[in-house]
Nanobody, 113 residues
Framework: QVQLEESGGGLVQAGGSLRLSCIVS???????MAWYRQTPGKMRELVAI???????NYADSVKGRFTVSRDNAKNSVYHQMNSLKPEGTAVYYC????????WGQGTQVTVSS
């Protein structure tokens, strides 16, 4: 059973920054990794992807403000979020796929206006 643990969420004022971390209990070097977010009553939304080669892709709403990175040696993925907006308030999840999809418990990010 693969386990993921997200951390780094919290309360921040609009314009502020947070850095999320995701530690995976399995090797990630052969996996693309992704960050999603979800607000109550809405579907989970893809925010950012980082490929095995380290290429990144972002939702239009966060381009230029969020940066995803990975450290395969630590089986970890990071999500630097700058210039946060109130609409960025959500639970942020890390996603790992190996034969099935694994999610962490999520970390709450709250951006006050």
């Amino acid at each position: 059973q693969v386990q993921l643990e997200e951390s780094g969420g919290g309360l921040v004022q609009a314009g502020g920054s947070l850095r999320l971390s995701c530690i995976v209990s399995a090797t990630i070097s052969s996996n693309a990794m992704a960050w999603y977010r979800q607000t109550p009553g809405k579907m989970r939304e893809l925010v950012a992807i980082i490929t095995i080669a380290g290429r990144t892709n972002y939702a239009d709403s966060v381009k230029g403000r969020f940066t995803v990175s990975r450290d395969n040696a630590k089986n970890s993925v990071y999500h630097q979020m700058n210039s946060l907006k109130p609409e960025g308030t959500a639970v942020y999840y890390c996603k790992y796929v190996r034969a099935q999809i694994y999610w962490g418990q999520g970390t709450q990010v709250t951006v006050s206006s």
